[in-house]
């Protein structure tokens, strides 16, 4: 089967195992390419992203060194992790912060499933992982979620700010702090913010993206050959 992406990519899904392993030999990977754009074209490997809470900040996910040693510690095969990333900006850190969330993504399942099931060892502590589920898209200009644009794209010829509702400055400019002067421009009502994760229209908007998911019920990724994984 093959999909178009909304980012202008193309998802193409085979109809066996064997023959995804086939495709992701180097030689016929570059043949494939070749006869798809060429230069132009880049393939990505699906990767199995999990959020890992509480990892010790002296870990720097850029490192390849330091995703090897996690992998080795936690028993994991090597170049099972693919990358890694903080999810709060570094400088948006407190000054005294010792642990902080990363998303790591594994190239199979099973690397994964280990990490949810076992934790991982990284910088000496263990910890654990659980999927990273699709959220809905918010637009950061016209604040509207699930809509099928970004910012750049959005048609809205003012802002509105995803902190306090005003359409006279962008959410970056807004120095409301007081959460009671908070205003979500989605639920049209005050005491939180639009980019807020527990904005009711926001978990509503969550709940019917996830009912579209099968897997997103399980807490791992579902292998077939695998029952304990659904």
């Given at each position: 089967?093959v999909r178009?992406?909304?980012?202008?990519?193309?998802?193409?899904?085979?109809?066996?195992?064997?023959?995804?392993?086939?495709?992701?030999?180097?030689?016929?990977?570059?043949?494939?390419?070749?006869?798809?754009?060429?230069?132009?074209?880049?393939?990505?490997e699906r990767?199995?992203?999990?959020?890992?809470?509480?990892?010790?900040?002296?870990?720097?996910?850029?490192?390849?060194?330091?995703?090897?040693?996690?992998?080795?510690?936690?028993?994991?095969?090597?170049?099972?992790?693919?990358?890694?990333?903080?999810i709060k900006?570094?400088?948006?850190?407190?000054?005294?912060?010792?642990?902080?969330?990363?998303?790591?993504?594994?190239?199979?399942?099973?690397?994964?499933?280990?990490?949810?099931?076992?934790?991982?060892?990284?910088?000496?502590?263990?910890?654990?992982?659980?999927?990273?589920?699709?959220?809905?898209?918010?637009?950061?200009?016209?604040?509207?979620?699930?809509?099928?644009?970004?910012?750049?794209?959005?048609?809205?010829?003012?802002?509105?700010?995803?902190?306090?509702?005003?359409?006279?400055?962008?959410?970056?400019?807004?120095?409301?702090?007081?959460?009671?002067?908070?205003?979500?421009?989605?639920?049209?009502?005050?005491?939180?913010?639009?980019?807020?994760?527990?904005?009711?229209?926001?978990?509503?908007?969550?709940?019917?993206?996830?009912?579209?998911?099968?897997?997103?019920?399980?807490?791992?990724?579902?292998?077939?050959?695998?029952?304990?994984?659904?």
């Amino acid at each position: 089967a093959v999909r178009c992406l909304r980012n202008g990519g193309v998802l193409y899904e085979l109809n066996t195992a064997q023959a995804a392993s086939w495709l992701r030999r180097p030689e016929k990977t570059a043949s494939f390419v070749q006869h798809f754009g060429g230069e132009r074209t880049l393939v990505k490997e699906r990767t199995f992203p999990t959020v890992v809470e509480y990892v010790p900040i002296s870990f720097d996910p850029s490192s390849d060194l330091a995703l090897r040693v996690a992998e080795g510690r936690s028993g994991l095969d090597p170049d099972s992790i693919v990358r890694a990333n903080w999810i709060k900006p570094v400088n948006r850190r407190s000054t005294t912060q010792s642990f902080a969330h990363a998303i790591i993504r594994f190239n199979s399942p099973k690397a994964a499933n280990t990490a949810i099931r076992d934790g991982l060892v990284i910088a000496g502590r263990r910890v654990w992982g659980r999927k990273l589920l699709q959220e809905p898209l918010r637009c950061l200009k016209c604040q509207k979620l699930g809509v099928a644009h970004l910012a750049s794209e959005c048609k809205q010829i003012h802002d509105t700010c995803g902190t306090c509702g005003s359409v006279s400055h962008t959410t970056s400019t807004c120095d409301v702090t007081d959460r009671a002067k908070h205003w979500c421009a989605n639920c049209r009502t005050g005491g939180h913010a639009a980019w807020d994760r527990a904005c009711p229209a926001f978990l509503a908007a969550r709940d019917r993206l996830l009912d579209r998911q099968p897997d997103a019920q399980y807490r791992f990724f579902p292998i077939p050959s695998d029952p304990s994984s659904w």
